[in-house]
RNA sequence: UCCUCCGUAGCUCAAUGGCAGAGCAUUCGGCUGUUAACCGAAGGGUUACUGGUUCGAAUCCAGUCGGGGGAGCCA
């Protein structure tokens, strides 16, 4: 088979594609046929003179999405999408296509969403799944070669315990089971097990957030290991942010450039990241400098809306006497325009209460969506926050011995605003501690007999974390919602198709 | 659960209480190299739904439904 992403072995032979119809466009003797076929595009032309009648018929015929198989000549042409054109002798049509829905031109982001199994053939899409795969394989690689099995952790589970967040009820043989919000308690019982371990699965949480950060199933790696410590954890999870952003980098230039992803940015995102303690963290929110920032964000806001504002007036000027290609831009521009100025108006309404929640964060509360952002508003790598304090964090946070108050736990919060990407800490290894957090968290002993277990037989100290598959995958690409990193995102109130 | 914005042709949007419109898509015609081609024509409407105000409602008011963004919660 020949695929169009290695076209250019076949330059000056006949090669066949097979693949659908991007994009058409007919003159009176040609038929220009944009091809996708999963590996890229490819121009081939169709010249009535070089063709049968038959074939000129089918190609005329073409709608777009059609299916087909094509023949031709390959040549190099500058002026073609990959470098590449094909000048065609034959052509098959293997599926005739209907009128697709999704046509080129801009839509919302509902009629898209409820169209996703065709919108994944769109050139974004397309590449940000590449760029998802890139990841996932980095991943693999990177824990596979530094002895790390890779295990898995049950999706059911019996215990809705563990904490606050909402979990998926399903009717389990006339008993109750949930879905999964994290695999991290069996990932701990792997690694007494395997020493280095990791999981890759989906997890569940039925939280009614709303957000471009959220989705109610999500993929996630949780690497768990025996003989870790707290700075050991951060090291690790560092150097697999470094490696990941690296390959993709590397392989996924092409794609990148689709995304119109910065690369430059991305390529600044080396070891080491800077580490913060959770107290100077929120000195850092409480400082005169973070409120001055807010003001220059919120006078910046402002002049940013007036410039757009006047440019809209001027393309609204211009519009009536434009061409129509011209106003197909306009109207695009004008689009873009509207969407800013929307985020502008909600991000000038936001700004007072996040200065508010800086300025009045005190030690012991969590942070919030806007504390991160301001938090990571200077770099251009992750920051690791460290020593968050215990009463936020979950039962199984080890204490910092030197301070009950403080949780050996450890966030990781991606540049660009991009948020929380790794949650992890160090693992509580006694097991009279631990029975006495459970108590704490009103949490019933029995459902955690094998979790105590292991600090029963040959307790060791253990750390992990936990990965947002999704949420690096839209960093990485530059995109605004975590909707367009999975295939078939689950939302609350999305469940189609 | 709360705050906020939105719902008009298949799609993206306009119409600021007074004749419901444009571009794209579709169909037909024209055009020899197009880059979301271009030019001409045609068809296409329960203005989300229910009620109210008004001489008159896409527009104002109330409620319902659906969606976007955010808070909380979190990866």
Not at 179 to 206: C, D, N, V, W
Request: aromatic share 10%; glycine share 6%.
């Amino acid at each position: 088979m020949v695929y169009i992403d290695n076209i250019s072995e076949y330059e000056g032979r006949e090669a066949t594609l097979k693949g659908w119809v991007y994009n058409i466009r007919t003159s009176k003797k040609l038929v220009f046929i944009i091809v996708r076929d999963g590996t890229g595009l490819c121009q081939t032309i169709v010249a009535q003179d070089d063709v049968s009648d038959a074939v000129w018929q089918e190609a005329t015929a073409l709608q777009q999405e059609s299916a087909l198989e094509i023949t031709g000549r390959v040549t190099a042409d500058e002026r073609s999408i990959g470098g590449y054109e094909m000048h065609v002798t034959a052509l098959r049509t293997v599926s005739q296509a209907e009128e697709y829905p999704i046509t080129p031109k801009e839509h919302g982001i509902e009629f898209l969403m409820e169209h996703r199994h065709l919108w994944l053939r769109s050139r974004k899409q397309w590449a940000a799944m590449r760029v998802r795969n890139t990841i996932i394989y980095a991943i693999h690689r990177f824990f596979q070669e530094r002895g790390f099995i890779q295990m898995d952790a049950p999706i059911f589970t019996g215990n809705a315990a563990e904490g606050t967040t909402n979990l998926f009820e399903t009717d389990y043989f006339d008993r109750k089971a949930y879905l999964t919000q994290s695999g991290q308690l069996y990932g701990e019982a792997m690694a007494m097990a395997h020493g280095k371990i990791y999981t890759f699965g989906p997890t569940f949480r039925a939280e009614k957030s709303k957000t471009r950060r959220h989705l109610t199933e999500f993929w996630m790696i949780e690497p768990e290991m025996a003989y870790y410590d707290l700075p050991m954890n951060m090291d690790l999870a560092e150097e697999m942010i470094a490696f990941i952003v690296a390959e993709v980098v590397e392989r996924n230039r092409p794609e990148l450039e689709v995304l119109e992803r910065d690369v430059a940015a991305l390529e600044q995102v080396k070891a080491p990241f800077p580490r913060i303690s959770y107290t100077e963290a929120v000195q850092r929110l409480n400082s005169p400098e973070m409120q001055e920032k807010l003001d220059q964000m919120a006078a910046d806001r402002v002049e940013e809306a007036s410039a757009l504002k006047a440019e809209r007036e001027s393309l609204d000027a211009e519009f009536g006497q434009a061409k129509k290609g011209r106003k197909f831009q306009i109207d695009r521009r004008r689009g873009e325009i509207n969407a800013r100025l929307d985020q502008i108006e909600e991000d000038l309404r936001n700004i007072p209460v996040w200065k508010k929640s800086a300025l009045e964060k005190k030690w012991g509360e969590d942070f919030g969506g806007s504390d991160e952002t301001l938090l990571t508003m200077d770099e251009h790598t992750p920051v690791l926050v460290h020593g968050y304090p215990a009463e936020v964090k979950a039962f199984y946070m080890k204490r910092d011995p030197e301070n009950e108050k403080i949780a050996l736990g450890v966030d990781m919060l991606a540049p660009e605003g991009y948020g929380e990407i790794i949650g992890g800490g160090q693992r509580e290894e006694d097991l009279e501690t631990l029975r006495q957090r459970l108590r704490e968290h009103d949490l019933p002993e029995e459902q955690f007999r094998w979790y105590l277990d292991l600090r029963k037989y040959g307790s060791v100290p253990h750390s992990g974390f936990g990965l947002g598959l999704e949420r690096t995958v839209s960093w990485l690409c530059g995109l605004k919602h975590v909707r367009e990193t999975i295939p078939f995102p689950r939302m609350m109130g999305r469940l189609y198709p």
